[in-house]
């Protein structure tokens, strides 16, 4: 399998182009959480966050971790114009270490797997000059609080915000696809 899926055409437009990278995305986000890479490093959280006595203070400690992993170790940068490129997450974590947001999305999504969390991408019309969809971040579930969460990985880089709980807002439209866990 390739290191990354690289559509050198045009994607079709709207919900089909969408629907067509998010797929492409899930599936990498399943395969590499099963990579001793991806467990290797899910590992590692776990470990750290062992000690923690309530279980809110567990996930906490383990959802922060592997965001601050994933927005610390990958530089975020655009795609060339009219390409996608969908870097596979063991890849992105140990070679190249930058992507844009639907790399650094899937990286993350492949962690949350690997710790057993439940996730799904948000994708939404960021873009004002456009109404495509032009940005995907992670919702995860946390059951000790019985809720979803946003988690974006590139608002650290991108705007100088934490992304762990917060997103952008305001955007004109969103849509869930799912990944892993609870439907």
């Known amino acids: 399998m390739p290191k990354y899926i690289e559509h050198s055409q045009a994607l079709a437009g709207g919900n089909a182009g969408t629907r067509?990278?998010?797929s492409h995305m899930a599936r990498l986000a399943v395969r590499d959480s099963k990579d001793n890479v991806v467990r290797t490093i899910a590992a590692q959280i776990r470990?750290?966050?062992k000690t923690f006595k309530t279980i809110e203070e567990k996930e906490y400690c383990e959802l922060f971790a592997a965001y601050k992993y994933v927005s610390d170790n990958v530089k975020y940068?655009?795609?060339p114009e009219d390409?996608?490129?969908v870097t596979a997450p063991k890849y992105l974590l140990t070679?190249?270490?930058?992507?844009?947001?639907?790399?650094m999305s899937t990286a993350f999504s492949s962690i949350l797997i690997a710790l057993g969390y439940a996730n799904q991408f948000k994708v939404i019309k960021a873009d004002k000059k456009t109404d495509e969809y032009s940005h995907?971040?992670?919702v995860v579930f946390v059951p000790s609080i019985n809720s979803w969460i946003p988690v974006d990985t590139i608002l650290p880089q991108v705007k100088n915000k934490n992304g762990f709980g917060n997103e952008k807002t305001g955007t004109p439209d969103?849509?869930?696809f799912f990944v892993w866990g609870t439907k």
């Open 20 to 22: 067509y990278v998010l």
């Open 47 to 49: 470990r750290n966050c």
């Open 77 to 79: 940068i655009y795609d």
């Open 83 to 85: 390409r996608e490129h």
């Open 95 to 103: 070679t190249n270490k930058y992507g844009d947001c639907d790399c």
């Open 136 to 138: 995907v971040y992670n």
């Open 174 to 176: 969103e849509r869930y």
